[in-house]
């Protein structure tokens, strides 16, 4: 049914959630069973009071995230988007993920809600780094001297009205709005199939868990990898 909704729809969207990235191998955030903020308090090593008074640690937790990040690659899904919106049946991917996977697999309308982990810039001068410069000796520290900070939205800040804006415009357009590897439960980015729906599109979701909103959703799949669902229906 998935294969048939986006191959009548005339602009789809996707929304991608932290399910999109385990299955690539990253842990996630806030699942009960390996959820990083179980074992590491947010507030301590991803906000804004770390970033500025907690700078060691802080370093310390987004270099283990970068470490990930460089271990493991996009999976089969990914590129099944990015072949998708080649061919044009998908518009854009918006994301709640940092990772940059959808990027590395070749999607180019990105929407990154959280901002992302692959660049670093300094709080100082502004200069752009890749990632992997925090993982030198003195990563952290610009050629000016200032603190180099990942690229990603941190607690204490909100995210950034430019995305927010464009993630809006395109769900509007939308009249197949699909989710893929989210739970739904953060606002206000949950609040997107919902505007969707109110504006005429038909809602799918690929999650493992069932979530709070369902009963939104013309098509709800569970209990399945989004990467070996999207490949049996388009490979």
Same mark, same amino acid.
């Given at each position: 049914?998935?294969?048939?909704?986006?191959?009548?729809? *005339?602009?789809?969207?996707?929304?991608?959630?932290?399910?999109?990235?385990?299955e690539?191998? +990253?842990?996630?955030? @806030?699942?009960?069973?390996? &959820?990083l903020?179980?074992?590491?308090?947010?507030? *301590?090593?991803?906000?804004?009071?770390? !970033?500025?008074?907690?700078?060691?640690?802080f370093a &310390?937790?987004?270099?283990?995230?970068?470490?990930? !990040? +460089?271990?493991?690659?996009?999976?089969?899904?990914?590129?099944? !988007?990015?072949? +998708?919106?080649n *061919?044009?049946?998908?518009?854009?991917?918006?994301?709640?993920?940092?990772?940059?996977?959808?990027?590395? %697999?070749?999607?180019?309308?990105?929407i990154?809600?959280?901002?992302?982990?692959?660049?670093?810039?300094?709080l100082?001068?502004?200069?752009?780094?890749?990632?992997? @410069?925090?993982m030198?000796e003195?990563?952290?520290?610009?050629?000016?001297?200032?603190?180099?900070?990942?690229?990603?939205v941190?607690?204490?800040?909100?995210?950034?009205s430019?995305?927010m804006d464009?993630?809006y415009?395109d769900?509007?357009?939308?009249? !197949?709005?699909?989710v893929? &590897?989210?739970s739904?439960?953060?606002?206000p %980015?949950?609040?997107y199939p919902?505007?969707a729906?109110?504006?005429?599109a *038909?809602?799918?979701?690929?999650?493992?868990?069932?979530?709070m909103?369902?009963?939104?959703?013309?098509?709800?799949i569970?209990?399945q990898?989004?990467g070996?669902? +999207?490949?049996?229906?388009f490979?």
């Open positions: 049914m998935l294969k048939k909704l986006i191959e009548e729809s *005339k602009y789809t969207v996707v929304f991608t959630g932290a399910g999109m990235s385990t690539s191998g +990253l842990p996630d955030f @806030r699942s009960a069973a390996k &959820g903020w179980n074992i590491k308090d947010p507030i *301590k090593y991803a906000s804004v009071d770390a !970033l500025y008074n907690n700078k060691d640690e &310390g937790f987004y270099r283990m995230r970068i470490e990930n !990040l +460089l271990e493991y690659k996009p999976h089969k899904g990914h590129y099944i !988007l990015a072949d +998708l919106e *061919k044009g049946k998908v518009r854009s991917i918006i994301t709640q993920n940092v990772d940059g996977y959808h990027k590395d %697999a070749g999607s180019k309308n990105i990154e809600l959280h901002g992302n982990i692959y660049e670093l810039y300094c100082s001068c502004g200069a752009v780094y890749p990632c992997e @410069r925090y030198k003195d990563g952290t520290k610009c050629d000016c001297g200032g603190f180099i900070r990942p690229s990603v941190l607690f204490g800040e909100s995210l950034p430019d995305a464009r993630a415009e769900t509007m357009k939308a009249d !197949l709005f699909i893929l &590897g989210s739904l439960s953060v606002s %980015a949950n609040q919902i505007i729906k109110r504006n005429g *038909k809602l799918a979701i690929i999650n493992m868990e069932p979530t909103m369902d009963s939104y959703f013309d098509l709800v569970n209990n990898s989004i070996e669902y +999207l490949a049996n229906i490979q």
